[in-house]
């Protein structure tokens, strides 16, 4: 089977294109607005991009009626937004925050989150979560699409400051992913959870080569 998006109707009855790009890490970004009203919501086309400095970035498609989502403005108008950990424990707190809410509704509240405060900036962070990046944004890249909807707005920001709570990490100084059970984005309405790992390392590698992949300081 094949077929080209760009010119072919999908002879699936679900489109497979989200469901080939797995998993994907969820971006659970809260922001502020001028006004001070927290927001949460979840995006599923995040990802880390550099190491020195950390920088990463997120995409967000335009709602229904074509506005662009209120964590880009947040994120635009202040200048500063935190990622959160998305894990199995808060599985069903990532799935509220991805309902519409009003502009002027705290989303933490309508999550069932705690709101935690951050160091560096004002936007507060989810207090369950075991990890947090409080970033500050660089520049949106918008790329118009075939309908409102698929438009995107494309965030990259810094990463200022890191968190990671003592209880997820190892005696040997690395982060316990299967203790945290991160939670990643399929296709369709499917999730995955991790819930173990395993190590591979690139067949003569230089002792350089490995240590900058294995992410020592």
Same mark, same amino acid.
């Given at each position: 089977?094949?077929?080209?998006?760009?010119? +072919?109707?999908?002879?699936?009855?679900?489109?497979?294109?989200k469901?080939?790009?797995?998993?994907?890490?969820?971006?659970?970004? $809260?922001?502020?607005?001028? $006004?001070?009203?927290?927001?949460?919501?979840?995006?599923?086309? #995040?990802?880390?991009?550099?190491?020195?400095?950390?920088?990463?970035?997120?995409?967000?498609?335009?709602?229904?009626?074509?506005?662009?989502?209120?964590?880009?403005?947040n994120?635009?108008?202040?200048? #500063?937004?935190?990622?959160?950990?998305?894990?199995?424990?808060?599985?069903?707190?990532?799935?509220?925050?991805?309902?519409?809410?009003?502009? +002027?509704q705290?989303?933490?509240?309508?999550?069932?989150?705690?709101?935690?405060?951050?160091?560096?900036?004002?936007?507060?962070?989810?207090? +369950?979560?075991?990890?947090?990046? +409080?970033?500050?944004?660089?520049?949106?890249?918008?790329?118009p699409?075939?309908?409102?909807?698929?438009?995107?707005?494309?965030?990259?920001?810094?990463?200022?400051?890191?968190?990671?709570?003592?209880?997820?990490?190892?005696?040997?100084?690395?982060?316990?992913?299967?203790?945290?059970?991160?939670?990643?984005?399929?296709?369709?309405?499917?999730?995955?959870?991790?819930?173990?790992?395993?190590?591979?390392?690139?067949?003569?590698?230089?002792?350089?080569?490995?240590?900058?992949?294995?992410?020592?300081?």
């Open positions: 089977m094949h077929y080209s998006p760009l010119s +072919e109707k999908c002879p699936l009855e679900f489109s497979p294109f469901s080939c790009t797995v998993p994907r890490p969820i971006g659970w970004i $809260s922001s502020l607005s001028k $006004s001070g009203i927290a927001n949460l919501a979840p995006y599923s086309q #995040w990802q880390n991009l550099t190491f020195d400095p950390p920088m990463v970035m997120f995409s967000a498609n335009q709602n229904i009626q074509g506005e662009r989502k209120d964590t880009v403005r994120i635009e108008e202040t200048g #500063w937004f935190v990622w959160n950990m998305a894990t199995w424990d808060l599985r069903e707190a990532v799935n509220k925050s991805a309902m519409y809410s009003p502009f +002027e705290d989303e933490f509240d309508s999550a069932g989150v705690t709101k935690m405060d951050s160091v560096d900036c004002a936007v507060p962070r989810v207090a +369950e979560s075991p990890c947090h990046f +409080e970033c500050e944004y660089i520049t949106t890249h918008r790329l699409a075939n309908s409102t909807v698929a438009t995107i707005d494309i965030i990259f920001a810094r990463v200022a400051r890191i968190h990671i709570k003592d209880e997820v990490l190892t005696p040997d100084g690395k982060i316990d992913i299967p203790k945290i059970r991160p939670i990643g984005r399929m296709g369709y309405h499917d999730y995955a959870v991790i819930n173990e790992t395993f190590e591979m390392k690139i067949p003569a590698a230089t002792e350089a080569e490995a240590r900058g992949l294995e992410g020592r300081a």
